[in-house]
């Protein structure tokens, strides 16, 4: 919780002023009271009071003032909220290698589950796209809010030779830059852009991956990257077994330098949260909510209780 306007918070130096006088009050009530020699005799003259009761009505009316200050601070808490706008792009690595089945069924099969439930959980708002890349990088979908016309391209997805992660990160970017030359002819602004790229290996063909971190920072789209698989994967190519394992630093080394994050699965089920994180993470953002109403509800609530209980046990208002 937050304050936007701390400085009435020195209002509660004036309740708790209140409350030191009231038990000031209350010693000299009972130092008065303790005058008389006969004590049976005070309490046949004097009418039982409510003793704690008193007090607790008070206390509640005291509180009632501390929340009614409080929401004059214009208090305020974070908030999830969906994005209004946003372009992503999403690149999925087509190479053989994913056909290893360190991960089951296999990665491929693994990476096409996890991508559609990441597509059915973003916003409907957020523009969406798909980008597949094996020797060469295609775009399947550009930025759209049709989640089935994503979903349809993941199924049809296509395993091929060779990886151009560079390719896959500058395709991407030429097709944010399109959406967004389209908005801006129709006059809108651009919303922000993302790029969320897994792959299972390293680049073999196309452009140099530090050419494409340049350009994603040049026109300032992050990258994400989540590297997918084990260390321990294996493909059969001309029959023989050739192990495929995740270049984890190229991976990390692209979001870290263009300013995403980077995640690394090695099962299904750890792709599927590392999308869900990431659906989080762009889909939503935090803003401040203005809680003040509760405070002076609670301020009410506590005031109003503390004056009909004094009512009700000493027939006064406090």
């Known amino acids: 919780m937050s304050l936007q306007a701390p400085w009435w918070l020195l209002g ?13 009050l209350q010693r000299r009530r009972a130092k008065y009271a303790a005058r008389f020699t006969n004590v049976a005799m005070l309490g046949g003259l004097v ?25 004059l601070a214009q208090p ?6 969906p994005r209004e706008r946003a372009t992503l792009m999403l690149a999925l690595d087509v190479s053989l290698s ?21 597509v059915q959980i973003l916003p409907a708002r957020i523009n969406l796209g798909l980008v597949s890349f094996s020797g060469t990088a295609t775009t399947l979908v550009p930025p759209t ?11 049809n997805l296509q395993l091929s030779e060779a990886t151009a992660i560079g390719d896959a990160i500058f395709t991407s970017l030429t097709a944010i830059q399109n959406f ?22 390293f680049s073999t063909v196309g452009k140099d991956p530090e050419d494409a971190i340049a350009a994603a920072n040049g026109v300032e789209v992050p990258v994400s990257t989540i590297a997918f698989g084990t260390d321990f994967g294996t493909v059969e190519i001309e029959g023989a077994e ?18 995403g994050s980077y995640s690394e699965a090695a099962s299904a089920s750890e792709l599927e949260q590392v999308y869900a994180d990431l659906g989080s993470q762009i889909g939503y953002t935090t803003e401040p909510q203005d809680i003040s109403p509760w405070f002076v509800r609670g301020g009410i609530l506590f005031a ?3 004056v009909v209980l004094s009512l009700l046990w000493t027939n006064r208002l406090l």
């Not at 509660?12 to 000031?24: D, E, H, K, Q, R």
């Not at 009418?47 to 929401?71: D, Q, T, Y």
């Not at 305020?76 to 909220?81: G, K, L």
Request: charged share 20%; glycine share 8%; net charge negative.
């Open 47 to 71: 009418p039982k009071r409510p003793g704690w009761r008193r007090h607790l009505a008070f206390g509640l009316v005291v509180l009632g003032l501390g929340a009614f200050i409080l929401s």
């Open 180 to 201: 967004t030359a389209t908005l801006q002819d129709a006059g809108e602004a651009a919303p922000p852009a993302r790029v969320v790229l897994l792959s299972d290996g």
């Open 145 to 155: 809010t049709d989640r089935e016309q994503v979903s349809v391209a993941i199924d």
């Open 98 to 118: 994913m056909q290893a089945t360190d991960v089951e069924p296999s990665r491929f099969e693994a990476m096409k589950t996890a991508a559609k439930e990441f």
């Open 76 to 81: 305020s808490t974070e908030v999830r909220v």
């Open 12 to 24: 509660l130096l004036a309740v708790v002023a209140l409350a030191g006088l009231y038990v000031v």
């Open 304 to 306: 109003f209780l503390g």
């Open 242 to 259: 050739q192990p495929v394992p995740v270049d984890r630093a190229t991976l990390e080394q692209i979001a870290d330098e263009t300013g």
